[in-house]
Protein backbone atom coordinates (compact mmCIF):
# COMPACT_ATOMS: atom_id res chain seq x y z
CA UNK A 1 0.00 0.00 0.00
CA UNK A 2 1.40 3.78 -0.57
CA UNK A 3 2.08 6.20 2.19
CA UNK A 4 -0.31 8.60 3.57
CA UNK A 5 1.62 9.26 6.83
CA UNK A 6 1.38 11.92 9.13
CA UNK A 7 4.30 13.46 10.86
CA UNK A 8 3.75 16.22 13.45
CA UNK A 9 6.10 18.76 13.79
CA UNK A 10 4.99 21.48 16.25
CA UNK A 11 1.55 21.05 18.16
CA UNK A 12 1.12 23.89 20.73
CA UNK A 13 -1.12 27.09 20.07
CA UNK A 14 -0.11 30.79 19.66
CA UNK A 15 2.86 30.67 22.66
CA UNK A 16 4.97 27.99 22.18
CA UNK A 17 6.51 25.93 25.10
CA UNK A 18 10.26 25.03 25.88
CA UNK A 19 9.04 22.05 24.28
CA UNK A 20 5.80 21.99 21.77
CA UNK A 21 6.63 24.40 18.89
CA UNK A 22 3.68 26.19 17.00
CA UNK A 23 1.90 24.58 14.25
CA UNK A 24 3.70 22.51 11.45
CA UNK A 25 2.32 18.65 10.00
CA UNK A 26 4.07 17.29 6.85
CA UNK A 27 2.05 14.54 5.33
CA UNK A 28 3.89 11.68 3.27
CA UNK A 29 1.01 10.63 0.19
CA UNK A 30 3.15 8.49 -2.15
CA UNK A 31 6.09 10.23 -1.64
CA UNK A 32 4.55 14.17 -2.26
CA UNK A 33 5.36 15.77 0.94
CA UNK A 34 2.84 18.21 2.08
CA UNK A 35 3.88 21.09 4.83
CA UNK A 36 0.73 21.81 6.51
CA UNK A 37 1.48 25.06 8.40
CA UNK A 38 4.51 26.53 9.09
CA UNK A 39 5.18 27.77 12.67
CA UNK A 40 8.21 29.35 13.84
CA UNK A 41 11.49 26.68 14.13
CA UNK A 42 9.65 24.32 11.89
CA UNK A 43 12.89 24.30 9.24
CA UNK A 44 14.55 23.51 12.76
CA UNK A 45 12.46 20.69 13.48
CA UNK A 46 12.43 19.17 10.07
CA UNK A 47 16.18 18.85 10.15
CA UNK A 48 15.51 17.19 13.66
CA UNK A 49 13.71 14.77 12.63
CA UNK A 50 15.93 14.26 9.75
CA UNK A 51 14.01 15.12 6.92
CA UNK A 52 14.86 16.72 3.42
CA UNK A 53 13.14 19.76 3.32
CA UNK A 54 13.96 20.39 -0.67
CA UNK A 55 11.24 17.40 -1.16
CA UNK A 56 8.62 19.17 0.07
CA UNK A 57 6.68 21.27 -3.25
CA UNK A 58 3.49 21.69 -1.46
CA UNK A 59 3.18 24.37 0.92
CA UNK A 60 -0.28 24.51 2.73
CA UNK A 61 -0.95 27.37 5.49
CA UNK A 62 -4.43 27.78 6.69
CA UNK A 63 -4.30 31.20 8.11
CA UNK A 64 -2.06 34.22 9.18
CA UNK A 65 -1.90 34.04 12.46
CA UNK A 66 1.83 33.92 13.33
CA UNK A 67 1.78 30.69 15.08
CA UNK A 68 0.79 28.69 11.51
CA UNK A 69 3.30 30.76 9.28
CA UNK A 70 6.23 32.48 11.19
CA UNK A 71 8.59 29.58 10.16
CA UNK A 72 7.75 30.03 6.23
CA UNK A 73 10.38 32.79 5.31
CA UNK A 74 13.16 31.19 6.94
CA UNK A 75 12.26 27.92 5.44
CA UNK A 76 12.23 29.17 1.98
CA UNK A 77 15.74 30.89 2.66
CA UNK A 78 17.45 27.79 3.26
CA UNK A 79 15.56 25.88 0.50
CA UNK A 80 17.15 28.77 -1.60
CA UNK A 81 20.52 29.21 0.20
CA UNK A 82 20.67 25.15 -0.43
CA UNK A 83 20.42 25.45 -4.11
CA UNK A 84 16.54 24.62 -5.00
CA UNK A 85 15.52 25.41 -8.36
CA UNK A 86 12.40 23.78 -8.40
CA UNK A 87 9.06 25.46 -7.98
CA UNK A 88 7.18 25.79 -4.91
CA UNK A 89 3.67 25.90 -4.44
CA UNK A 90 2.18 28.01 -1.50
CA UNK A 91 -1.89 27.71 -0.87
CA UNK A 92 -2.06 30.01 1.58
CA UNK A 93 -4.17 33.67 2.13
CA UNK A 94 -3.53 36.01 -0.72
CA UNK A 95 -2.14 38.77 1.76
CA UNK A 96 1.13 36.00 2.42
CA UNK A 97 2.68 37.58 -1.02
CA UNK A 98 2.54 40.70 0.70
CA UNK A 99 4.05 40.36 3.37
CA UNK A 100 6.82 37.59 2.11
CA UNK A 101 7.79 40.40 -0.84
CA UNK A 102 8.12 43.41 2.03
CA UNK A 103 10.78 41.04 3.69
CA UNK A 104 12.37 39.74 0.81
CA UNK A 105 12.95 43.37 -0.72
CA UNK A 106 14.37 44.86 2.82
CA UNK A 107 16.80 42.19 3.04
CA UNK A 108 17.61 42.42 -1.25
CA UNK A 109 16.84 38.62 -1.11
CA UNK A 110 15.94 37.23 -4.67
CA UNK A 111 14.89 33.28 -4.67
CA UNK A 112 16.52 31.05 -7.67
CA UNK A 113 13.43 29.33 -7.47
CA UNK A 114 9.93 30.34 -8.48
CA UNK A 115 7.01 30.68 -6.01
CA UNK A 116 3.61 29.79 -7.36
CA UNK A 117 0.83 31.19 -5.03
CA UNK A 118 -2.40 29.86 -4.87
CA UNK A 119 -4.68 32.22 -2.71
CA UNK A 120 -7.24 31.12 -0.69
CA UNK A 121 -10.90 31.77 -2.23
CA UNK A 122 -12.52 30.42 0.86
CA UNK A 123 -14.58 28.29 -0.51
CA UNK A 124 -15.85 24.67 1.14
CA UNK A 125 -14.80 21.89 -0.85
CA UNK A 126 -12.73 23.74 -3.57
CA UNK A 127 -10.31 21.64 -5.15
CA UNK A 128 -7.25 23.36 -4.91
CA UNK A 129 -4.38 20.82 -5.76
CA UNK A 130 -4.65 17.65 -7.32
CA UNK A 131 -1.82 15.15 -9.30
CA UNK A 132 -2.15 11.43 -10.56
CA UNK A 133 -2.53 10.27 -6.84
CA UNK A 134 -4.04 12.86 -4.63
CA UNK A 135 -6.27 15.95 -4.26
CA UNK A 136 -6.80 18.80 -2.01
CA UNK A 137 -9.65 20.89 -0.92
CA UNK A 138 -10.56 23.31 1.01
CA UNK A 139 -12.90 23.59 3.94
CA UNK A 140 -13.77 27.43 5.45
CA UNK A 141 -13.14 27.11 9.42
CA UNK A 142 -14.59 29.52 11.83
CA UNK A 143 -11.77 31.80 13.11
CA UNK A 144 -10.86 35.37 13.89
CA UNK A 145 -9.16 36.17 10.83
CA UNK A 146 -9.90 33.86 7.21
CA UNK A 147 -8.80 30.64 7.47
CA UNK A 148 -8.92 27.28 5.87
CA UNK A 149 -8.64 23.74 6.39
CA UNK A 150 -7.41 21.15 3.98
CA UNK A 151 -8.67 17.92 2.91
CA UNK A 152 -6.25 15.44 1.48
CA UNK A 153 -7.56 12.21 -0.44
CA UNK A 154 -5.50 10.23 -2.63
CA UNK A 155 -6.93 9.26 -5.59
CA UNK A 156 -7.73 5.41 -6.35
CA UNK A 157 -5.35 3.02 -6.88
CA UNK A 158 -6.34 0.19 -9.25
CA UNK A 159 -6.72 -3.28 -7.83
CA UNK A 160 -5.97 -6.33 -9.29
CA UNK A 161 -8.05 -8.43 -12.03
CA UNK A 162 -8.51 -12.06 -11.02
CA UNK A 163 -7.48 -13.07 -14.19
CA UNK A 164 -9.88 -15.55 -14.79
CA UNK A 165 -12.23 -13.00 -15.56
CA UNK A 166 -11.27 -11.61 -18.52
CA UNK A 167 -12.22 -14.39 -20.76
CA UNK A 168 -15.20 -14.81 -18.75
CA UNK A 169 -16.85 -11.77 -19.69
CA UNK A 170 -14.57 -10.90 -22.77
CA UNK A 171 -13.21 -7.74 -21.35
CA UNK A 172 -12.36 -4.94 -23.01
CA UNK A 173 -8.87 -3.10 -22.25
CA UNK A 174 -11.52 -0.24 -21.52
CA UNK A 175 -13.83 -1.90 -19.36
CA UNK A 176 -10.58 -3.53 -17.22
CA UNK A 177 -9.44 0.01 -16.52
CA UNK A 178 -12.73 0.86 -15.37
CA UNK A 179 -13.20 -2.25 -13.32
CA UNK A 180 -9.57 -1.67 -11.65
CA UNK A 181 -10.64 1.72 -10.57
CA UNK A 182 -13.80 0.51 -8.60
CA UNK A 183 -16.65 0.39 -11.29
CA UNK A 184 -19.26 -2.61 -11.48
CA UNK A 185 -19.33 -4.70 -14.92
CA UNK A 186 -22.85 -3.91 -17.16
CA UNK A 187 -22.53 -6.97 -19.80
CA UNK A 188 -24.39 -6.78 -22.51
CA UNK A 189 -27.72 -8.55 -21.72
CA UNK A 190 -27.74 -5.99 -18.54
CA UNK A 191 -26.70 -7.63 -15.92
CA UNK A 192 -24.70 -5.69 -13.23
CA UNK A 193 -21.68 -7.80 -11.98
CA UNK A 194 -20.09 -6.55 -8.80
CA UNK A 195 -16.41 -5.03 -8.51
CA UNK A 196 -15.77 -7.38 -5.92
CA UNK A 197 -16.83 -10.95 -7.91
CA UNK A 198 -13.79 -9.64 -10.33
CA UNK A 199 -11.45 -7.54 -8.63
CA UNK A 200 -9.29 -8.21 -5.75
CA UNK A 201 -7.37 -5.99 -3.33
CA UNK A 202 -9.42 -2.84 -4.28
CA UNK A 203 -8.89 -0.65 -1.42
CA UNK A 204 -11.19 2.97 -1.01
CA UNK A 205 -9.26 5.83 -0.90
CA UNK A 206 -8.03 7.56 2.38
CA UNK A 207 -8.96 10.94 3.38
CA UNK A 208 -7.10 12.99 6.11
CA UNK A 209 -8.72 16.31 7.20
CA UNK A 210 -7.00 18.99 8.92
CA UNK A 211 -8.86 21.68 10.91
CA UNK A 212 -7.16 24.15 13.11
CA UNK A 213 -8.13 26.92 13.98
CA UNK A 214 -12.04 26.92 14.49
CA UNK A 215 -14.72 27.54 16.54
CA UNK A 216 -16.82 24.23 17.24
CA UNK A 217 -19.21 24.03 13.88
CA UNK A 218 -21.46 21.93 13.12
CA UNK A 219 -20.93 23.07 9.65
CA UNK A 220 -17.88 21.34 8.72
CA UNK A 221 -19.35 18.26 9.41
CA UNK A 222 -20.23 17.34 5.90
CA UNK A 223 -16.69 18.01 4.39
CA UNK A 224 -14.82 15.83 7.19
CA UNK A 225 -17.64 13.27 7.04
CA UNK A 226 -15.75 9.66 7.27
CA UNK A 227 -12.19 10.69 7.11
CA UNK A 228 -9.86 8.03 8.07
CA UNK A 229 -7.88 10.90 10.60
CA UNK A 230 -9.26 14.20 11.28
CA UNK A 231 -6.96 16.55 12.99
CA UNK A 232 -9.76 18.78 15.22
CA UNK A 233 -7.91 21.30 17.16
CA UNK A 234 -8.41 21.13 21.01
CA UNK A 235 -6.72 24.24 22.47
CA UNK A 236 -8.68 24.00 25.65
CA UNK A 237 -10.40 21.89 28.24
CA UNK A 238 -14.05 22.02 28.06
CA UNK A 239 -13.97 24.20 32.00
CA UNK A 240 -12.53 26.99 29.71
CA UNK A 241 -15.26 27.10 26.79
CA UNK A 242 -15.98 31.04 27.35
CA UNK A 243 -12.32 31.11 26.77
CA UNK A 244 -12.75 29.00 23.88
CA UNK A 245 -15.49 31.10 22.11
CA UNK A 246 -13.71 34.34 23.17
CA UNK A 247 -10.82 33.41 21.02
CA UNK A 248 -12.55 31.70 18.29
CA UNK A 249 -11.25 27.76 19.23
CA UNK A 250 -12.58 24.31 20.19
CA UNK A 251 -12.26 22.53 23.77
CA UNK A 252 -11.09 18.72 23.52
CA UNK A 253 -14.78 17.90 24.05
CA UNK A 254 -15.87 19.67 21.12
CA UNK A 255 -13.34 18.26 18.82
CA UNK A 256 -14.75 14.86 20.08
CA UNK A 257 -17.61 15.72 19.40
CA UNK A 258 -17.29 16.98 15.85
CA UNK A 259 -15.36 13.57 15.57
CA UNK A 260 -18.65 11.33 16.56
CA UNK A 261 -20.78 13.45 14.47
CA UNK A 262 -18.79 13.55 11.40
CA UNK A 263 -18.09 9.64 11.82
CA UNK A 264 -14.32 9.89 10.88
CA UNK A 265 -12.39 6.79 11.79
CA UNK A 266 -9.56 8.34 14.11
CA UNK A 267 -9.80 11.90 15.99
CA UNK A 268 -6.18 13.49 16.07
CA UNK A 269 -6.19 16.64 19.19
CA UNK A 270 -3.40 19.38 18.80
CA UNK A 271 -2.51 23.22 19.12
CA UNK A 272 -2.66 22.84 22.93
CA UNK A 273 -2.85 25.95 24.86
CA UNK A 274 0.88 26.45 27.03
CA UNK A 275 -1.53 26.43 30.19
CA UNK A 276 -1.41 22.84 30.13
CA UNK A 277 1.92 20.79 30.65
CA UNK A 278 0.22 17.24 30.79
CA UNK A 279 -1.99 16.62 27.54
CA UNK A 280 -3.82 13.54 29.27
CA UNK A 281 -6.65 15.60 30.38
CA UNK A 282 -7.53 16.74 26.75
CA UNK A 283 -7.38 13.47 25.75
CA UNK A 284 -9.41 11.71 28.35
CA UNK A 285 -11.73 14.73 27.65
CA UNK A 286 -11.95 13.90 23.89
CA UNK A 287 -11.80 10.44 24.35
CA UNK A 288 -15.23 10.66 26.98
CA UNK A 289 -16.83 11.28 23.74
CA UNK A 290 -14.97 9.65 20.96
CA UNK A 291 -12.65 6.36 21.85
CA UNK A 292 -10.49 6.36 19.23
CA UNK A 293 -8.52 9.78 19.75
CA UNK A 294 -4.89 10.33 19.88
CA UNK A 295 -2.86 13.48 20.74
CA UNK A 296 -0.62 15.64 18.00
CA UNK A 297 2.58 14.82 19.53
CA UNK A 298 6.08 16.34 17.82
CA UNK A 299 8.17 13.73 16.15
CA UNK A 300 5.46 11.06 16.17
CA UNK A 301 4.16 9.50 12.65
CA UNK A 302 0.71 8.20 12.32
CA UNK A 303 -0.32 5.98 9.36
CA UNK A 304 -3.80 7.38 7.82
CA UNK A 305 -6.51 4.66 7.75
CA UNK A 306 -4.58 2.62 10.59
CA UNK B 1 30.20 43.83 41.48
CA UNK B 2 27.40 44.77 38.91
CA UNK B 3 26.01 41.85 36.46
CA UNK B 4 27.59 42.30 33.00
CA UNK B 5 27.07 38.50 31.53
CA UNK B 6 26.41 37.81 28.28
CA UNK B 7 24.34 34.10 26.62
CA UNK B 8 24.26 32.73 23.58
CA UNK B 9 20.61 32.32 22.41
CA UNK B 10 21.46 30.97 18.60
CA UNK B 11 25.30 30.88 17.24
CA UNK B 12 24.74 29.59 13.34
CA UNK B 13 24.67 31.23 10.25
CA UNK B 14 22.35 31.91 7.97
CA UNK B 15 20.77 27.93 7.52
CA UNK B 16 20.49 26.79 10.87
CA UNK B 17 21.55 23.02 11.66
CA UNK B 18 19.58 20.77 13.51
CA UNK B 19 21.62 21.74 17.08
CA UNK B 20 22.55 25.64 16.14
CA UNK B 21 19.65 28.25 15.94
CA UNK B 22 20.47 31.85 14.44
CA UNK B 23 21.67 34.70 15.54
CA UNK B 24 20.61 35.85 19.17
CA UNK B 25 21.82 37.06 22.19
CA UNK B 26 20.93 38.27 25.77
CA UNK B 27 22.88 40.79 27.30
CA UNK B 28 22.60 41.29 31.35
CA UNK B 29 24.11 44.23 32.82
CA UNK B 30 23.34 45.43 35.99
CA UNK B 31 19.73 43.64 35.76
CA UNK B 32 19.06 45.08 32.43
CA UNK B 33 18.28 42.84 30.33
CA UNK B 34 19.12 43.46 26.36
CA UNK B 35 18.46 41.12 23.49
CA UNK B 36 20.80 41.12 20.33
CA UNK B 37 19.68 40.01 17.37
CA UNK B 38 16.34 37.47 17.44
CA UNK B 39 16.80 34.59 15.07
CA UNK B 40 14.21 31.81 14.43
CA UNK B 41 13.01 30.25 17.35
CA UNK B 42 14.78 32.93 19.88
CA UNK B 43 11.79 32.50 22.16
CA UNK B 44 11.90 28.79 22.52
CA UNK B 45 15.50 29.63 23.17
CA UNK B 46 14.58 31.60 26.54
CA UNK B 47 12.02 29.34 27.53
CA UNK B 48 14.57 26.54 26.90
CA UNK B 49 17.03 28.71 28.86
CA UNK B 50 14.47 29.36 31.41
CA UNK B 51 14.78 33.76 30.94
CA UNK B 52 11.53 35.45 31.46
CA UNK B 53 11.33 37.47 28.61
CA UNK B 54 9.32 40.07 29.95
CA UNK B 55 12.13 41.50 31.48
CA UNK B 56 13.44 42.23 28.13
CA UNK B 57 12.81 46.22 27.39
CA UNK B 58 15.08 46.74 25.15
CA UNK B 59 16.01 44.77 21.56
CA UNK B 60 18.89 45.38 19.39
CA UNK B 61 18.44 44.44 15.33
CA UNK B 62 21.67 44.33 13.74
CA UNK B 63 20.05 44.25 9.88
CA UNK B 64 17.08 42.45 8.04
CA UNK B 65 18.52 39.25 6.68
CA UNK B 66 16.29 37.07 8.26
CA UNK B 67 18.52 34.85 10.51
CA UNK B 68 19.01 38.23 12.76
CA UNK B 69 15.30 39.02 12.89
CA UNK B 70 12.60 36.36 11.85
CA UNK B 71 12.13 35.12 15.48
CA UNK B 72 11.67 38.69 16.63
CA UNK B 73 7.31 38.75 15.63
CA UNK B 74 6.76 35.70 17.00
CA UNK B 75 8.38 37.19 20.62
CA UNK B 76 6.58 40.49 20.30
CA UNK B 77 3.40 37.98 19.91
CA UNK B 78 4.19 36.03 22.63
CA UNK B 79 5.22 39.06 25.24
CA UNK B 80 1.58 40.17 24.27
CA UNK B 81 -0.26 37.35 24.41
CA UNK B 82 1.40 36.95 28.58
CA UNK B 83 -0.11 40.15 29.10
CA UNK B 84 2.64 42.95 28.77
CA UNK B 85 2.04 46.50 29.70
CA UNK B 86 5.09 47.78 29.84
CA UNK B 87 7.17 49.71 26.78
CA UNK B 88 9.57 47.84 24.15
CA UNK B 89 12.37 49.61 22.76
CA UNK B 90 13.55 48.35 19.20
CA UNK B 91 16.60 49.55 17.96
CA UNK B 92 16.56 48.65 14.36
CA UNK B 93 16.89 49.68 10.73
CA UNK B 94 14.06 51.89 10.02
CA UNK B 95 11.77 49.15 7.50
CA UNK B 96 11.59 46.64 10.22
CA UNK B 97 8.69 48.86 11.31
CA UNK B 98 6.96 48.16 7.86
CA UNK B 99 7.56 44.17 8.14
CA UNK B 100 5.82 44.24 11.52
CA UNK B 101 2.84 46.18 11.03
CA UNK B 102 2.25 44.76 7.55
CA UNK B 103 2.34 41.02 9.38
CA UNK B 104 0.48 42.42 12.17
CA UNK B 105 -2.67 44.37 9.93
CA UNK B 106 -3.06 40.83 7.87
CA UNK B 107 -3.43 39.37 11.21
CA UNK B 108 -5.37 41.76 12.84
CA UNK B 109 -2.88 41.67 15.55
CA UNK B 110 -2.88 44.96 18.02
CA UNK B 111 -0.65 44.54 21.20
CA UNK B 112 -1.59 45.73 24.09
CA UNK B 113 2.04 47.66 24.95
CA UNK B 114 3.44 50.35 22.43
CA UNK B 115 6.66 49.50 20.52
CA UNK B 116 9.31 52.52 20.56
CA UNK B 117 11.25 52.60 17.44
CA UNK B 118 14.72 53.76 17.40
CA UNK B 119 15.63 53.62 13.80
CA UNK B 120 19.39 53.09 12.61
CA UNK B 121 21.14 56.29 11.20
CA UNK B 122 24.60 54.15 10.56
CA UNK B 123 26.86 56.31 12.21
CA UNK B 124 29.64 55.08 14.09
CA UNK B 125 30.06 55.93 17.70
CA UNK B 126 26.17 57.38 18.09
CA UNK B 127 24.86 57.07 21.42
CA UNK B 128 21.03 55.48 20.64
CA UNK B 129 20.28 54.26 24.32
CA UNK B 130 21.49 54.86 27.73
CA UNK B 131 20.17 54.89 31.37
CA UNK B 132 21.86 55.41 34.67
CA UNK B 133 23.92 52.06 33.79
CA UNK B 134 24.90 51.70 31.34
CA UNK B 135 25.34 53.36 26.92
CA UNK B 136 24.74 51.88 23.74
CA UNK B 137 26.35 52.88 20.28
CA UNK B 138 26.73 52.09 17.31
CA UNK B 139 29.71 50.49 14.79
CA UNK B 140 28.80 50.55 11.55
CA UNK B 141 29.34 47.10 9.66
CA UNK B 142 30.27 46.33 6.25
CA UNK B 143 27.39 43.69 4.99
CA UNK B 144 25.74 43.56 1.72
CA UNK B 145 22.69 45.36 3.28
CA UNK B 146 22.85 47.92 5.82
CA UNK B 147 23.82 46.72 9.42
CA UNK B 148 24.69 48.07 12.59
CA UNK B 149 27.12 46.45 15.57
CA UNK B 150 26.55 48.01 19.26
CA UNK B 151 29.23 48.38 21.86
CA UNK B 152 27.54 48.42 25.36
CA UNK B 153 29.71 50.39 28.16
CA UNK B 154 28.82 50.19 31.55
CA UNK B 155 28.67 53.82 33.42
CA UNK B 156 31.58 54.45 36.06
CA UNK B 157 30.20 52.32 39.39
CA UNK B 158 30.78 54.50 42.17
CA UNK B 159 33.94 54.08 44.44
CA UNK B 160 34.42 54.14 48.10
CA UNK B 161 35.69 57.27 49.38
CA UNK B 162 38.23 56.60 52.42
CA UNK B 163 36.83 58.29 55.29
CA UNK B 164 39.94 60.02 57.03
CA UNK B 165 39.79 62.04 53.16
CA UNK B 166 37.35 63.72 53.73
CA UNK B 167 38.15 66.38 56.90
CA UNK B 168 41.93 65.89 55.55
CA UNK B 169 41.39 67.32 52.48
CA UNK B 170 38.00 69.37 53.52
CA UNK B 171 35.75 67.77 50.47
CA UNK B 172 32.81 69.44 49.38
CA UNK B 173 29.50 67.01 48.28
CA UNK B 174 30.35 68.11 44.73
CA UNK B 175 34.01 67.01 45.42
CA UNK B 176 32.67 64.26 46.73
CA UNK B 177 30.66 62.74 43.95
CA UNK B 178 33.27 63.56 41.05
CA UNK B 179 35.90 61.76 43.37
CA UNK B 180 33.79 58.78 43.17
CA UNK B 181 33.19 58.75 39.98
CA UNK B 182 36.77 59.04 39.21
CA UNK B 183 38.01 62.37 38.86
CA UNK B 184 41.50 63.66 40.56
CA UNK B 185 41.47 66.57 43.15
CA UNK B 186 42.41 70.13 42.87
CA UNK B 187 43.05 71.03 46.26
CA UNK B 188 42.67 75.14 46.37
CA UNK B 189 46.68 75.44 46.09
CA UNK B 190 46.70 73.81 42.74
CA UNK B 191 48.33 70.36 43.53
CA UNK B 192 46.56 67.26 41.83
CA UNK B 193 46.04 64.76 44.54
CA UNK B 194 45.39 61.33 42.17
CA UNK B 195 42.17 59.81 42.39
CA UNK B 196 43.38 56.41 44.05
CA UNK B 197 45.15 58.14 47.07
CA UNK B 198 41.32 59.16 48.00
CA UNK B 199 39.04 56.74 46.36
CA UNK B 200 39.23 52.66 47.14
CA UNK B 201 37.39 50.22 44.79
CA UNK B 202 37.20 52.09 41.61
CA UNK B 203 36.65 49.62 38.93
CA UNK B 204 37.04 50.49 35.33
CA UNK B 205 33.98 50.51 33.07
CA UNK B 206 33.30 47.22 31.27
CA UNK B 207 33.04 46.95 27.40
CA UNK B 208 30.81 44.38 25.12
CA UNK B 209 31.33 45.48 21.37
CA UNK B 210 29.38 43.04 18.94
CA UNK B 211 30.11 42.99 15.08
CA UNK B 212 28.15 40.66 13.01
CA UNK B 213 27.74 40.56 9.85
CA UNK B 214 30.57 41.91 8.42
CA UNK B 215 33.52 41.69 6.03
CA UNK B 216 36.70 42.21 7.37
CA UNK B 217 36.68 45.84 8.10
CA UNK B 218 39.60 47.55 10.23
CA UNK B 219 37.98 50.79 9.60
CA UNK B 220 35.80 48.80 12.74
CA UNK B 221 38.92 49.03 15.20
CA UNK B 222 38.38 52.58 16.47
CA UNK B 223 35.09 51.81 17.92
CA UNK B 224 36.05 48.30 19.36
CA UNK B 225 39.48 49.31 20.69
CA UNK B 226 39.90 47.56 24.48
CA UNK B 227 36.90 45.83 24.86
CA UNK B 228 36.97 43.34 27.21
CA UNK B 229 34.64 40.75 25.16
CA UNK B 230 34.74 41.46 21.48
CA UNK B 231 31.65 38.92 19.53
CA UNK B 232 33.01 39.08 16.13
CA UNK B 233 31.53 36.68 12.82
CA UNK B 234 33.69 33.83 11.99
CA UNK B 235 31.65 32.27 9.26
CA UNK B 236 33.86 31.08 7.49
CA UNK B 237 37.74 28.85 7.86
CA UNK B 238 40.32 30.93 5.77
CA UNK B 239 40.39 28.56 3.23
CA UNK B 240 36.91 29.81 2.20
CA UNK B 241 38.24 33.60 1.58
CA UNK B 242 36.84 33.71 -1.26
CA UNK B 243 33.48 32.62 -0.09
CA UNK B 244 33.81 35.08 2.80
CA UNK B 245 34.37 38.15 0.63
CA UNK B 246 31.73 37.05 -2.20
CA UNK B 247 28.93 37.11 0.87
CA UNK B 248 30.16 39.80 2.91
CA UNK B 249 31.55 37.57 5.84
CA UNK B 250 34.64 37.17 8.12
CA UNK B 251 36.80 34.17 9.03
CA UNK B 252 38.14 33.09 12.06
CA UNK B 253 41.71 34.08 10.67
CA UNK B 254 40.21 37.51 10.29
CA UNK B 255 38.26 37.99 13.18
CA UNK B 256 41.18 36.63 15.47
CA UNK B 257 43.53 39.52 13.70
CA UNK B 258 40.88 42.34 13.83
CA UNK B 259 40.81 41.22 17.88
CA UNK B 260 44.71 41.73 18.13
CA UNK B 261 44.49 45.06 15.71
CA UNK B 262 41.98 45.97 18.45
CA UNK B 263 43.49 45.00 21.52
CA UNK B 264 40.40 43.68 23.08
CA UNK B 265 40.64 41.57 26.39
CA UNK B 266 38.57 38.56 25.15
CA UNK B 267 37.02 37.58 21.46
CA UNK B 268 34.27 35.26 21.01
CA UNK B 269 33.68 33.80 17.57
CA UNK B 270 30.28 32.65 16.44
CA UNK B 271 28.18 32.32 13.54
CA UNK B 272 28.68 29.44 11.95
CA UNK B 273 28.23 28.25 8.74
CA UNK B 274 26.27 25.14 9.02
CA UNK B 275 28.90 22.97 6.85
CA UNK B 276 31.32 23.23 9.89
CA UNK B 277 29.75 20.25 12.34
CA UNK B 278 32.82 20.46 14.67
CA UNK B 279 33.90 24.02 15.61
CA UNK B 280 37.52 23.15 17.08
CA UNK B 281 38.98 24.26 13.62
CA UNK B 282 37.31 27.47 13.47
CA UNK B 283 38.49 28.06 17.74
CA UNK B 284 42.38 26.73 16.42
CA UNK B 285 42.50 29.06 13.33
CA UNK B 286 41.06 32.29 16.08
CA UNK B 287 43.95 31.58 18.45
CA UNK B 288 46.68 31.31 15.87
CA UNK B 289 46.39 35.03 15.82
CA UNK B 290 44.34 35.94 19.28
CA UNK B 291 45.19 33.44 21.94
CA UNK B 292 42.23 34.69 24.15
CA UNK B 293 39.43 33.17 22.10
CA UNK B 294 36.70 31.39 22.87
CA UNK B 295 33.57 29.87 20.80
CA UNK B 296 29.75 31.39 21.02
CA UNK B 297 27.90 28.02 22.37
CA UNK B 298 24.47 28.31 22.86
CA UNK B 299 23.18 28.52 26.54
CA UNK B 300 26.56 29.15 28.32
CA UNK B 301 27.11 32.10 29.70
CA UNK B 302 30.45 34.47 29.73
CA UNK B 303 31.26 36.97 32.35
CA UNK B 304 32.01 40.09 30.71
CA UNK B 305 36.00 41.60 31.66
CA UNK B 306 36.90 38.02 33.13
Known amino acids: MQHFELTILGCSSATPTSNRNPTAQLLNIAERFFLIDCGEGTQMQLRKFKFKFQRINHIFISHLHGDHYLGLLGLLSSMHLLGRKDDLHLYCPGELQEILEVQNKHSQTFFNYQIIYHPHTYENGKLIMQDNKVEVRTIVLNHRIPCCGFVFTEKQVPGNILPEMIS ?27 NAEIISNLKTPRTYAYCSDTLYDEGLIPYIKGADLLYHESTFLHGMLDRAKQTHHTTALQ ?12 LMIGHY ?16 VFENTVLAIEGETTEVGQ
Request: proline share 4%; charged share 35%.
Open 168 to 194: KYNLTVEEIMHLKRGSDLTTSDGTVVP
Open 255 to 266: AGTIAKMAEVKK
Open 273 to 288: SARYKDLEPLLEEAKS
